[in-house]
């Protein structure tokens, strides 16, 4: 940016401490004792299935909804209690929300107003504003002409024109066709990285979670299932949970007991058959010489082609290239031992190497009493 920019948009990001947070309606825990540090200047995206608690988790820090307990801090400063207008954020929502009989450029300055911002710095915010989303050349027309697209930087600029140091985003892509989803992620990420503010998105969709998040938290009925980066989540999942909602296709969770028996040159590390297995699809190679599995179904997507198999009773889910269909009932599997993931099948929570002897001997254990 110019040094013109810089002066508007020179407030940097604050940090979000939630400790202990919990919120319910009707005897439900819509958000259950979540514990979650945002650094100040980060984009953080809540990512979770419909009904997760990651929407209610925005809006409690939004101040829409009263805490039923633990708190909120900003800056430091502890605002559970304080209501929205007084916790310096701006939000933007999946609607756009944006006043239909007004233009462009009063929809953005709308807030400015309200603040009873002087007319001069209005006008200086709004020009700087618009050059930096491309609407300079719209600031006259009404939302119904323009496209999704457009729309949704009206609402993104109303965000910036404000200059809070935070911005939440709850699924604010969700109305954009598959283009304009992917021009805007980009979009958002390269804006938030050249303006610093802190930004909080919602959404369920992984793909908005991996391209965009400095950090992303995986949330499962209220609680966080997993926080760190998108590589971190994707290569060593804290849980079933995790493996099977990261990743296009899921991870394949397979039971030790089936697949060690059907398949006895499997390249597997040495584990009790209490254990489950997870291997990604895309790490499984149909190569000579491997497991043996019996081809259910192919579907070819282009530049992909997934095979549904078994191997012994266990279902497999293969991602290979699109040029190599296979032929025949059986194919050979194979797969790099270090792309196996272990979990508990009772808790669901990833086993390391290291721990299996140990789980193992305590599973024994109690199978005895």
């Not at 603040?115 to 009404?142: F, H, I, K, N, P």
């Not at 954009?176 to 959404?203: C, I, N, P, S, W």
């Not at 994707?234 to 849980?239: K, L, N, V």
């Amino acid at each position: 940016m110019t040094n013109k920019d810089s002066r508007l948009f020179s407030r940097s990001g604050e940090a979000i401490s939630l400790q202990n947070l919990q919120k319910g309606w009707g005897g439900v825990r819509a958000v259950d004792g979540i514990d979650l540090e945002i650094d100040a200047g980060s984009f953080t995206v809540l990512l979770g299935p419909s009904g997760c608690g990651k929407s209610t988790t925005l809006r409690l820090i939004a101040g829409l909804d009263e805490v039923d307990g633990g708190r909120i801090l900003i800056g430091g400063k502890d605002v559970t209690d304080q209501p929205a207008s007084s916790r310096d954020l701006s939000m933007v929502f999946q609607s756009y929300a944006l006043f239909p009989h007004l233009s462009v450029a009063e929809n953005i300055i709308f807030g400015l107003k309200v603040r009873r911002v002087g007319q001069a710095e209005c006008e200086q915010r709004l020009q700087m504003t618009a050059d930096l989303l491309g609407l300079s050349d719209y600031l006259d027309r009404r939302p119904s002409q323009l496209s999704g697209g457009q729309q949704q930087r009206v609402a993104l600029g109303r965000a910036i024109i404000s200059e809070r140091p935070i911005c939440l985003m709850d699924e604010p892509l969700s109305n954009l066709d598959a283009k304009l989803r992917h021009d805007m992620r980009v979009e958002l990420r390269e804006l938030q990285t050249k303006l610093g503010f802190t930004m909080v998105y919602v959404t369920h969709d992984q793909i908005e979670a991996i391209s965009m998040a400095d950090k992303v938290v995986l949330i499962n009925q209220g609680k966080i299932e997993q926080a760190a980066t998108a590589q971190e989540i994707y290569e060593r999942p804290a849980s079933i949970f995790t493996a099977k909602f990261m990743g296009t296709p899921p991870m394949n969770i397979m039971p030790a007991s089936a697949l060690l028996p059907a398949a006895a040159n499997a390249p597997l590390p040495p584990v009790s058959d209490d254990i489950l297995i997870g291997i990604r699809p895309e790490a499984i190679r149909v190569e000579d010489g491997g497991v043996k599995a019996t081809i259910r179904n192919i579907e070819y997507l282009g530049a992909d082609t997934l095979i549904d198999c078994r191997i012994g009773d266990a279902p497999c889910l293969v991602r290979v290239s699109g040029d190599i269909p296979p032929s025949g009932n059986e194919i050979s599997l194979t797969w790099p031992i270090e792309k196996v993931h272990l979990f508990d099948p009772t808790s669901g929570r990833r086993i390391d190497l290291a721990q299996e002897k140990e789980w193992a001997a305590e599973t024994a254990d109690a199978k005895q009493v």
